[in-house]
Antibody, heavy 118, light 110 residues
Framework: QVKLQQSGAELVKPGASVKLSCKTS????????MSWFKQIPGQSIEWIGM????????GYNQKFKGKATLTVDTSSSTAYMDLSSLTTEDSAVYFC???????????WGQGVMVTVSS | DIVLTQSPALAVSLGQRATISCKTN??????????MHWYQQKPGQQPKLLIY???NLASGIPARFSGRGSGTDFTLTIDPVEADDTATYYC?????????FGGGTKLELK
């Protein structure tokens, strides 16, 4: 079955960067799209961007351009998201999710809490 | 960006019908499909897809859940409501990038 396993919680200092991972199994990663989302606890969900694993092509929400960088490693069926120049406003739960097309998300990672604090 | 508006909360009695609405500021229909989807999220969990393309039941979701609507007005109905349905429900559009979500409706039991 499809599984998306995200890396563990992160505590990072302001100004630092963090790289989150999303290891997948159960489907053909190399021809799929992966999206990433941000959710501040108690708030709604924001779409950060997506990456096509076939060629690494990306699309970003303008709000997150310069903040998030999406990459993939097809050899390990893993997607990554780099978050840079972190501030307290980046403290949130981040999810990866897989879409088979049409822009709805059947499969989600369990989420990872990123806390930015000195 | 397409803005999705949901009521913040809804209280319903067990066994009754819950109707959750989602209104968009732009039409999300395109070539015969309505690009509107619904998710359930419980505290500490990832969202779960309930309904896709406005009215299609996702795999493994009970038939108590249904969706309808087109254009700019959509509803998610739960009938009958069970205790396990207490959660926050989000609508999401994929008609235009960036894909956007509603603010969520928290379903509580009376």
């Amino acid at each position: 079955q499809v599984k998306l396993q995200q890396s563990g919680a992160e505590l990072v200092k302001p100004g630092a960067s963090v790289k989150l991972s999303c290891k997948t199994s159960g489907y053909t990663f190399s021809t799929s799209y992966m999206s990433w989302f941000k959710q501040i606890p108690g708030q709604s969900i924001e779409w950060i961007g997506m990456i096509y694993a076939g060629d690494g092509g990306t699309g970003y929400n303008q709000k997150f351009k310069g903040k998030a960088t999406l990459t993939v490693d097809t050899s390990s069926s893993t997607a990554y998201m780099d978050l840079s120049s972190l501030t307290t406003e980046d403290s949130a739960v981040y999810f990866c999710a897989y879409t088979e097309g049409m822009g709805y998300f059947d499969y989600w990672g369990q989420g990872v809490m990123v806390t930015v604090s000195s | 960006d397409i803005v999705l508006t949901q009521s913040p909360a809804l209280a319903v009695s067990l066994g009754q019908r819950a109707t959750i609405s989602c209104k968009t500021n732009q039409n999300v229909d395109y070539y015969g499909n309505s690009y509107m989807h619904w998710y359930q999220q419980k505290p500490g969990q990832q969202p779960k897809l309930l309904i896709y393309l406005a009215s299609n039941l996702a795999s493994g979701i009970p038939a108590r859940f249904s969706g309808r609507g087109s254009g700019t007005d959509f509803t998610l109905t739960i009938d009958p409501v069970e205790a396990d349905d207490t959660a926050t429900y989000y609508c999401q559009q994929s008609r235009n990038l960036p894909w956007t979500f509603g603010g969520g409706t928290k379903l509580e039991l009376k």
